[in-house]
Nanobody, 115 residues
Framework: QVQLVESGGGLVQPGGSLRLSCVASTSRFRIYNIDWYHQVSGKQREWVAGFSSDGHPNYADSVKGRFGISRDDAKNTVYLQMNSLKPEDTAVYYC?????????WGQGTQVTVSS
């Protein structure tokens, strides 16, 4: 069992930035694939960013060029740097850890982009 804790969300004005963190409880963190998702109230959870099998970051078209995903395996942490935020980025952001058929989710962190 892996526990994930997201943090870093909050209220930010359009054009602002936030950095989300996802800390995992496992010492085997480096073998897990980590993705970020977001979910708008009443809608399905959507993939935002992750890593390809060769370790390169991938992004949803809606955030490409504005968001950056990175990981620090020594700290069991994945980050999501969010720049040039838009009101439509408002959502609860979740990280997901995957190993084989096993998926683990954090509790989410709310991001609100509003003036």
């Amino acid at each position: 069992q892996v526990q994930l804790v997201e943090s870093g969300g909050g209220l930010v004005q359009p054009g602002g930035s936030l950095r989300l963190s996802c800390v995992a409880s496992t010492s085997r963190f480096r073998i897990y694939n980590i993705d970020w998702y977001h979910q708008v109230s009443g809608k399905q959870r959507e993939w935002v960013a992750g890593f390809s099998s060769d370790g390169h970051p991938n992004y949803a078209d809606s955030v490409k060029g504005r968001f950056g995903i990175s990981r620090d395996d020594a700290k069991n942490t994945v980050y999501l740097q969010m720049n040039s935020l838009k009101p439509e980025d408002t959502a609860v952001y979740y990280c997901k850890a995957t190993l084989g058929i096993h998926n683990y989710w954090g509790q989410g962190t709310q991001v609100t982009v509003s003036s």
